[in-house]
């Protein structure tokens, strides 16, 4: 019994050390214990558990018991109730905290029991949840798929009713349209206006609507309709004004356009101007997408031209008339009041169309080219048959060019298109006009000039008035420049060119035929200086113009007919031959004339008639200075004999005597003419060259005699007739 005692108390012992450890590593942690009072809080229980009690046995009380023990087996039984009290006593701790775990065991069983029961009724409620969920949902989509259609046959029936105005908008216009009151100027009728070009247009992007094409002829014939209208009430007033202004006009006996007429002719149009042009307006802005509007548009332009044209035209007429008489012997002050009166009758009437329309056209150029006409009937006679000098008709195409074309017309923008399409003709016309009487005056007044005896004078013209310069000039030569200024001024660089060279050419050639009457009727020198003297001039004043002189001549050149020719004659036999040596074949193929080009250049004509004739006046100034030298050194060359004193000192004695008695004259002769210190020192340079190297051979010549012959020559050095020389002495 101790043995099993023993175990008991171990066996005791060990359960205790596995509860401890048990405790130990089952440690709840902090969401296990929230749960477990979630789990407390959920149950119904009491907050308080009574633990059952077990009624042990009291060992003491088993002691103070009497015992009687009689037999053995009296004392056996009262043994093992002590010793059941024993293990009692040894046992009660552990029977107790077996007890406690019992009750929690219990408690934790009931709380198991209460989770499972609480997630059955989770899961139930979130089934039924699910359910209402997915009924909610299925509610909401039919009723947003009900409120969508409700939308869509909303917008259809709007779209219907839009798209049905156009369908019933015919009656309420076709009503108004028929009705005695309709008003062009009304309120209402531009609306009406764009509400049936629109109606049109819809009928025109649907025409697959029912009866589209029936509601579009309808709709179209409300607009020729309306068009019909809005064209008679335009027209009518432009007629009415018009037939006002005239008779007003008429009734004043105002013919000229003048202050008193102006009012007449611009104010009354002025005020009706506005409200005719915000319908013209709605007119312009669709005629280029419609043909009716673009009919209507030109009626109206037609009609507006033409009674300003009835209105306008006789007055033009009569103001021209009345200014060609008044200047009737100064074409030019004509030109110019002519020209000014019609642009400033042009300005008014571009700016008075302005007043009724928006855009221009080419009926409104056509109405002011043809007001614009009435000067050139009376320009044209003028310059064909009124004026021959090419002088006037240059004065006549400078005031048309710079005072008109280049003042007025091309700084006044596009009032004057059309007139200056009329100015820019007149000036052609006077251009070319004056282009063939400018040749025919180079022909006949420079070409075939015939100078009389008092051109010709010279030298002792240029000592009749020195102060005035131009009249000293050659005749040529001052009518040359004379018209070269006026052409550059008023004709064209091609133009100008031409006729430039022509003239320089024709006074070239006049200066050389005047030099040849000089030198028979004066001297060589003269001759000389006349031709050089008026070659300057001519250089000098073509110089500031901003041209070439230079012309493209084309010619045809037949040197080569001749010998074609020869050639075909001397080869009759071949003439019908059929092989390739045929001489017709021959002939056409190399006598055909070629074609060739010069370049005719007037200002390096002059420049090289210039360069010509100073070297010929050098020459010549230095042959009459030194001509002994020349024949002695001449002879010398010719003949085997040596030179003789005695020839030597009369060559230097007639050379010094030359120097000492004709280069005054030669230089007074070149003051006269050239009148120039720089032209006459440069001139003259080389003629003192030329006469040091004469003296310079003779020097050499003479050095082969003794020094006694030398010495009675007295052969001046060089550095004596550098001073002798000198061009200021």
Known sequence: MSIQIVSNAAQSKLVRDKLSKWEATTTLNQYQKDFILDLASWSSADDEIDLPSTDLLDVNECHDQSAVINNAQQFYEWFHSVE???ESDQESEYRDYMNNLKEHRSRCNAVLQGINEALHHLKLLSKQYRTVSHTTEALHDSCELLMQDQEDLEELGKSISQQLVYFTEHERIGTK?????????????VPMLVRIDECVQFMKDHPDYKESSAYLAKYQQCLVRSLTLLRSYIVTSI???????????????TTIPGDSAFAQLYSKFHSHGPRIKALMEQVEERSDRNSEYLQVMQDCYTCYCYQRQVLILPIISNEIERLYHLHKNDHCTFIRTSCMALIRICQDEHSLYHCFFSRSDLILQGLLETLSSQLYDYFRPIIIQQVHRFELLADICSVLKND???????????????????A????????????????????????????????LAYPSKLNEDLSNQYGMWYPTVRRSLICLSKLYRCTNRSVFESIAQECLSAC?????????????????????LFLIKHLLILREQIAPFDVNFTVNEVALDFSNFKLAATDLMTNKNRILSLSSNNALLEFLFQGAPQLTKKVLDSK??????????????????ATLLSSPINAFLATIEQSSIGPVMEQCRNVVSDTSQRISNKLPGIKKSMRLYLANKDTEAILFRPIRSQILAQFSELRKVINNLDEEDRFIINCPSAEQLTLTLAYDQ
């Open 84 to 86: 059941r009290g024993m």
């Open 177 to 189: 349209l028929n009705s005695s009151s309709v008003s062009v100027m009304g309120e209402s009728f």
């Open 239 to 253: 007629k009415s004004t018009a037939t006002n202004a005239s008779k007003a006009i008429s009734s004043a006996g």
């Open 404 to 422: 008109v074309i280049e003042d007025q017309v091309n700084s006044k923008g596009p009032s004057l298109e059309a007139f200056g399409h009329l």
């Open 424 to 455: 820019l003709q007149m000036l052609e016309d006077a251009q070319e006009r004056l282009s063939y009487r400018t040749q025919a005056y180079i022909q006949s007044d420079i070409t075939n000039f015939l100078p009389s005896p008092g051109d």
């Open 508 to 528: 070239i050639n006049s200066l050389k035929v005047a030099s040849q009457s000089i030198c028979e009727n004066s001297s060589l020198l003269d001759s000389q």
């Open 604 to 621: 390096k004509e002059v420049d090289i008639n210039l360069k010509e004739a100073c070297t010929d006046f050098i020459t010549t100034a």
